[in-house]
């Protein structure tokens, strides 16, 4: 006969197993519940899109070879005014102690800092690394945007960078302003007062005045000063871009106005600006420079695209993590990408595609997206 001690414990026990299999239910119900709402809001947000009347055969306003000619000089003269970057970085070698320690560990051959001074106290610094080879002719820049590892699949091990090195190309890595190596003011003066640095922010930049241009060029010019110099310092022949968020951003921008950068890959960094009016990127519809409306009337994002890719050869791919817990998730480029794909065939023009990773759940890019990436870069 059963004691009353162990008929106490069995039932402590089975209530103890009823508790974990109930819970073990609970996380299943409501894992279950949000992959349903989150499949919902993304068929719900492609349906409300369509019934409000969203083609991008509309949005796109390239027609023609001249079109687009025309509106890339109207995006240089926006960003720039009359003239177009044409001077290099400031170029100086660097021992191993001097890069940052996650840049240290690659083992490059040789690392430099090219320094670009910019308006209003602002300037540039980008880290170029050498493999330990002879350099292949071509270079990637690597831009992460507004911070964390140089790496863009952000970790400290920064795979990216390594299998660059080896792959025999010249690297040079970027990040916005008031991120990375580069220098910042003190403060700006803006409508009268003046902001310390630590309260500044990007969405402060289009308060401030320049003789030339406007303050997207803080963003832009350090790229296009950057690829002289690689050109004529580095002997580079060949140059691509690839960017994560506000990097990405920035690669769409700098891809559409110069047709150097000859494959562009632009991860987690825009979509058309009437998706952001969607309730699911109410909370980040991206800083200033992103939905600056100067820049966009001239050329919505969609002709951004077109542009990255305008010239025969080149090509561009958008990166989209379907649950990106950042920025511009899910699948809504469905609604444009075979648009973008059939214009730029009609002007005999790259390719455009998305590499779409319904895998990663970060805001990075994964490895499996850079063997897609790899494999663009190859061919």
Not at 26 to 36: A, W
Not at 93 to 117: C, N, Q, S, V
Not at 199 to 227: K, N
């Amino acid at each position: 006969m059963m004691h009353k001690k162990q008929k106490w414990i069995i039932a402590v026990l089975a209530g103890f197993a009823l508790i974990g299999a109930w819970s073990s239910v609970q996380y299943l119900v409501e894992k279950t519940r949000k992959m349903i709402e989150q499949t919902h809001t993304r068929s719900a947000s492609r349906l409300f899109l369509s019934m409000a009347g969203y083609t991008a055969d509309a949005e796109i306003t390239i027609r023609s070879l001249d079109d687009a000619l025309a509106k890339r000089d109207a995006l240089r003269r926006y960003i720039f005014g009359p003239s177009f970057p044409g001077g290099s970085a400031t170029v100086a070698k660097l021992g191993a102690d001097d890069l940052p320690d996650e840049l240290r560990i690659h083992g490059a051959h040789a690392a430099f800092k090219m320094t670009i001074p910019l308006m209003h106290g602002f300037d540039s610094q980008a880290y170029v690394l050498v493999p330990g080879q002879k350099h292949n002719g071509k270079a990637v820049i690597l831009h992460q945007g507004h911070g964390g590892p140089y790496s863009l699949t952000m970790d400290a091990q920064g795979r990216d960078i390594r299998d660059f090195l080896r792959k025999g190309y010249v690297i040079a890595v970027y990040k916005m302003p008031l991120y990375g190596a580069g220098a910042s003011p003190a403060y700006l003066e803006i409508g009268g007062g003046r902001i310390p640095q630590h309260y500044l922010s990007h969405d402060m930049f289009p308060y401030l005045d320049f003789a030339s241009g406007c303050y997207l060029r803080l963003f832009i010019e350090p790229v296009i000063v950057g690829i002289n110099t690689l050109e004529s310092y580095f002997h580079v022949k060949d140059v691509r871009m690839i960017g994560l968020s506000g990097g990405a951003w920035t690669t769409t921008v700098a891809a559409a106005i110069d047709p150097r950068i000859t494959v562009s890959i632009q991860a987690a960094g825009s979509y058309p600006l009437a998706f952001r009016l969607l309730r699911e990127f109410q909370h980040n519809r991206g800083d200033a420079e992103q939905i600056d409306p100067l820049l966009l009337k001239i050329a919505g994002y969609l002709d951004l695209y077109i542009l990255g890719a305008l010239e025969k050869g080149r090509k561009q791919v958008q990166v989209l993590n379907e649950s990106d817990p950042c920025c511009f998730r899910g699948d809504l480029w469905k609604l444009y990408a075979s648009s973008v794909t059939h214009h730029l065939s009609r002007l005999s023009g790259g390719t455009f595609h998305v590499c779409y990773d319904q895998a990663n759940t970060k805001h990075n890019i994964s490895e499996k997206a850079y063997a897609e990436i790899y494999d663009v870069f190859d061919r």
